[in-house]
């Protein structure tokens, strides 16, 4: 049995596995690196996030066969309403119950800024199709 045009679903590899991997990095970094302070931490994780949030879009639209504009804004909407609703999620179920306000805000804006960076990115143009998958002799060398 073979499997019909499987190139057209790669953007979902496209959509998390980049992200994955920045996730994965950054735990494995942070446990391996003793003494590192409060502000490095934050600053860690807020650059983790955005990088989060423009991989998951940029790389899904880079893989894309085609009409790569609409798969970056599939993949900003997936982002929306995955990190979106994870959030809702865990603050109907009391996770912060006890938690300050302070790493509660702190939250708030990692996932806003994860949001905001995958918006962002699907906005943007993009790189120009750079397949050269052209057939045929070149012309004007």
């Not at 003494?35 to 949030?53: H, I, K, P, S, T």
């Not at 006890?98 to 949001?115: Q, R």
């Amino acid at each position: 049995m073979k499997i019909q045009d499987t190139s057209q679903w790669r953007w979902l590899l496209g959509y998390s596995v980049p992200g994955f991997l920045v996730r994965i990095s950054w735990v494995a970094g942070s446990s391996w690196m003793p003494g590192m302070d409060f502000l490095m931490m934050r600053w860690a994780e807020f650059v983790q996030v955005v990088l989060d949030g423009f991989c998951s879009v940029f790389f899904a639209g880079y893989v894309a066969p085609r009409r790569a504009r609409a798969v970056r804004l599939v993949a900003a909407t997936m982002t929306f309403v995955i990190a979106g609703g994870n959030f809702i999620y865990v603050l109907l179920n009391d996770y912060y119950q006890g938690a300050t306000t302070l790493a509660t805000s702190w939250d708030i804006v990692l996932v806003v800024t994860h949001i905001l960076a995958a918006i962002a990115t699907a906005l943007t143009r993009g790189l120009p199709n750079r397949h050269h998958w052209t057939v045929g002799p070149k012309v004007g060398l």
